[in-house]
């Protein structure tokens, strides 16, 4: 095994620092007493109570879950699909076009996707609210999990698939019962890439969002305008902790599931 050079160790120790000390400050200066966000005054968690009691940000979170829910499960549906027939469905006449216009998005500047859609909302007169930023958010994230759900499925051994075929299983029973197991865990990562970027997505949801529908990040961005508050990095503190909750949790099934797979491959050797 390769040892870590003293140049490495540095540039790790600057990198990290450099990513984790701001969230570090943020973390602590979010129990001030101070309403001055860079004057220490004492502990207190009276911040985290005014961000309760503040309907504007708990109507924009519940806006922005919503959201963030509804796209990325249309874009699961939809990029799994797309996926599904791009590896399986071979050649077929607009194969570059479709491939095209999947991937697109990936590498389209958010202002011109988010510019395209208003002006699309506009032409075919459909009110800006949530259904525009679901809408939105659903058409960019879904080549997202295009990607990942194919590269699950190019490795995919078809023998099993086949094998249910030959069982008895018409194609949609083979897919239901022994593809979509077996790739569920790149079709749930698509999902969860889709949240996440619909969570944190601003430039197209500033584009889409109406009077109606402001999400969590549009009203972080106007309030950031005017002067950061101490209940804005409250709720940048709730939001870290709930990703690193995630992460943990996330850690530990795949450990566990590692574990166990390990423990089955061993009593199957053994019998």
Known sequence: MRRLTWFNTVSLT???AFLYIPMMILIIFSFNESKLVTVWAGFSTRWYGELLRNEAFLDAAWVTLRVAVMSSTVATVLGTMAAYVMVR???????????????APLVMPEVITGLSLLLLFIAIGLDRGIITIVLAHTTFSMCYVSVVVSSRLVSFDRSVEEAALDLGCTPFQAFRLVTLPIILPAVASGWLLAFTLSLDDLVIASFT???SATTLPIK???SVRLGVSPEINALSTIMIAIVAVGVIVASLMSKNAIVRQAREEKAAAQT
């Open 209 to 211: 969002a109406g009077p």
């Open 220 to 222: 972080i961005f106007s």
């Open 14 to 16: 600057l990198g990290f």
């Open 89 to 103: 469905g071979g050649r077929f006449f607009g194969r570059t076009l479709f491939s095209g216009m999947i991937y």
